[in-house]
């Protein structure tokens, strides 16, 4: 059919274009978020394309619901503004008849959102939390960058190393500004210094070198200096010692089904939110696009915008109330969820069959 067809083919053409400006932006942001990362010494600068791959993809979703709703509500109003409507309407075609043409176009798109936000979601975060995880781990002369002062893991030493090796086991020239538990503080020196394993354990050798403590409270007559042919001192973790782990958002789908705690049910609650969020967004979209064209489409892009960005917050805190046990799952999925499709469906009618929800107001004095 001529209507199905000529829709579907605006719909692809708007979510194209609008897709591909609003996945610029994402990646332009997160490009600078994960550079911001990595120069914080958060994310290794060798995985930065890596970690914004993953990242991306964990963000995908977001990003085909809000193209999805803007390809709708632009082909709408555009076709309001240059008249299109009134010819379909002349021709039998109701406002609700686009309900169809609309999701034949949208589902895909709608399947795709709930397979990534179920699987790929959790998976993406996951990758990206073993990267940090494996950077975080790493040997604190590792940390290092040749001719740099840079901090330690636990943040109470400061190093500067020459490296003699590209893998950062040798260094020359070592330099370690330390502060301890009990606040006394040492500045260690050495001609060069090694890296070594002990009990899975690692440990930096230094050799040649010396040594000058001060107590906690800086007196002056504690002040004590030394001289040392090889000194080591623990530079990091064991390496036996598990990784924390990812939190709620790296779990897979299937594990948050399989303990139904709370946690894991808010988690599940958003999980299938973000799906359910895209349908309520193409039925709106219908019912938003459908105003005066006089009035410029400005007004239905501010609506828009604002309408999504109240319900992702609105997502985001029911999967709090819903992890805390103020709310259970079902209900807030019905409540949130069901209301804004019943919202939706109602004001879809409305502008379908034009009736007014209370009566028109008579004018004051009328004819006697």
Do not use: C
């Not at 550079?35 to 085909?64: D, F, H, M, Q």
């Not at 169809?100 to 795709?112: E, N, S, T």
């Not at 002369?141 to 109470?156: I, K, T």
């Not at 804004?340 to 009566?359: D, G, I, N, T």
């Amino acid at each position: 059919m001529l209507f199905h067809s000529s829709l579907r083919r605006e719909l692809a053409r708007s979510f194209g274009a609008t897709l591909v400006v609003l996945f610029t932006i994402v990646i332009t942001m997160l490009l600078i978020r994960t550079l911001g990362l990595a120069n914080k010494g958060s994310v290794n600068p060798e995985e930065i394309l890596l970690v914004l791959t993953y990242t991306v993809l964990g963000r995908l979703p977001t990003v085909l619901t809000l193209a999805l709703f803007i390809a709708v509500v632009s082909t709408l109003s555009r076709m309001y503004r240059d008249s299109e409507m009134v010819i379909w309407f002349s021709s039998g075609q109701g406002l609700t008849a686009f309900l169809r043409p609309v999701f034949r176009f949208a589902w895909p798109i709608l399947l795709v959102i709930m397979l990534m936000v179920l699987f790929v979601w959790p998976w993406a975060n996951a990758q990206t939390d073993d990267l940090r995880d494996r950077y975080e781990r790493r040997g604190d002369l590792e940390r290092v960058a040749p001719g740099q002062f840079q901090e330690s893991s636990n943040g109470r030493r400061v190093f500067f190393i020459d490296k003699d090796t590209a893998q950062g086991a040798e260094g020359r020239n070592v330099f370690i500004s330390s502060v301890e538990r009990d606040g006394s503080e040492s500045i260690t020196s050495a001609r060069s210094g090694r890296v070594e394993s002990i009990q899975g354990v690692q440990y930096l050798m230094l050799e040649h070198g010396q040594r000058l403590e001060q107590p906690a409270g800086g007196a002056g007559d504690g002040l004590k200096v030394s001289e040392f042919e090889r000194y080591g001192i623990q530079i990091g973790a064991e390496k036996a010692a598990a990784a924390s782990g990812g939190g709620l958002k790296s779990l897979p789908t299937w594990t948050l089904i399989e303990t139904p705690h709370p946690a894991h049910l808010g988690e599940l609650g958003w999980r299938l939110g973000m799906g359910l969020t895209a349908l309520n967004f193409v039925v709106l979209a219908l019912a938003v696009s459908a105003g005066n064209p006089r009035a410029g489409k400005s007004g239905n892009l501010v609506f828009m915008l604002l309408a999504f960005v109240v319900y992702y917050n609105l997502l985001n805190l029911g999967q709090n109330w819903v992890a805390t046990g103020l709310v259970g799952l079902g209900p807030f999925m019905l409540g949130l969820h069901g209301s804004v499709l019943v919202a939706s469906l109602l004001w879809l009618a409305q502008r379908q069959h034009q009736f007014r929800w209370w009566p028109r107001r008579a004018p004051a004095g009328g004819a006697a």
